[in-house]
């Protein structure tokens, strides 16, 4: 396919070595499956948060052995640390979308040392790439977890982000949908419907919160 992640398109490691000695990189773990150990980094950049490994841990309580077989989009996926925990879970595939040239080169290295042959890259906009990662999913036919983690407004021109994020909601096949995962800022009231989909499950950690649509 030809927005599968090949070896021949891995980044250069040598170029990963000099981004490290000038960006601060940090490391979580993989908690389970069958890669349950392995690291993964995440540069420290103003657009890169990690999920907190509660919330992770939280998540993945929550789907359990239903994520087997189904695929997973990780829309700003950043380092790609909940898609790769979900194909270590047993996911079927998995799609990231990374506008941030610098985490999608740790997205890149992550996902060549963990799950390469199971994976779909995507780099730029994610409100720009999801209608061609949806249709790929729609001729698939396999049932797909969401997962959205906008920014929390740290750029110019973000500050409707969560009204975009929830128009690519309200764009999601019920015919593909397993779930949809957003996690956004406590101070925001997520509607009750979105869509076909309707809110299941709300988690609040701190400033974080996960809303689950289904």
């Known amino acids: 396919m030809k927005n599968r992640l090949s070896l021949s398109s891995f980044i250069n490691l040598d170029k990963i070595h000099l981004m490290k000695e000038k960006i601060k990189i940090f490391t979580t773990t993989i908690t389970a499956g069958t890669h349950k150990g392995k690291k993964i980094e995440i540069p420290d950049i103003f ?67 963990i799950a390469p042959y199971k994976s779909h890259l995507f780099f730029g906009d994610s409100f720009e790439k999801f209608e061609m990662i949806h249709t790929m999913i729609e001729k698939s036919k396999v049932k797909t977890y969401f997962y959205f983690d906008p920014p929390f407004a740290t750029r110019d021109g973000m500050d409707d982000v969560y009204d975009k994020t929830i128009t690519l909601i309200e764009s999601i096949s019920p015919e593909i949908c397993e779930m949809v995962i957003v996690e956004h800022m406590s101070n925001l009231d997520m509607p009750q419907s979105i869509g076909k989909l309707t809110q299941s499950k709300r ?12």
């Open 47 to 113: 657009t890169t948060r990690s999920s907190k490994g509660i919330l992770k841990e939280s998540l993945f309580n929550t789907l359990q052995f239903d994520i087997i077989d189904k695929n997973f989009v990780e829309v700003f996926s950043g380092s790609g640390s909940i898609g790769l925990e979900a194909l270590s879970r047993g996911a079927n595939e998995a799609y990231f979308i990374e506008y941030n040239r610098i985490a999608f080169k740790c997205l890149e290295a992550n996902v060549q040392r």
């Open 203 to 214: 988690k609040k950690f701190g400033r974080s919160t996960m809303t689950y649509y289904k």
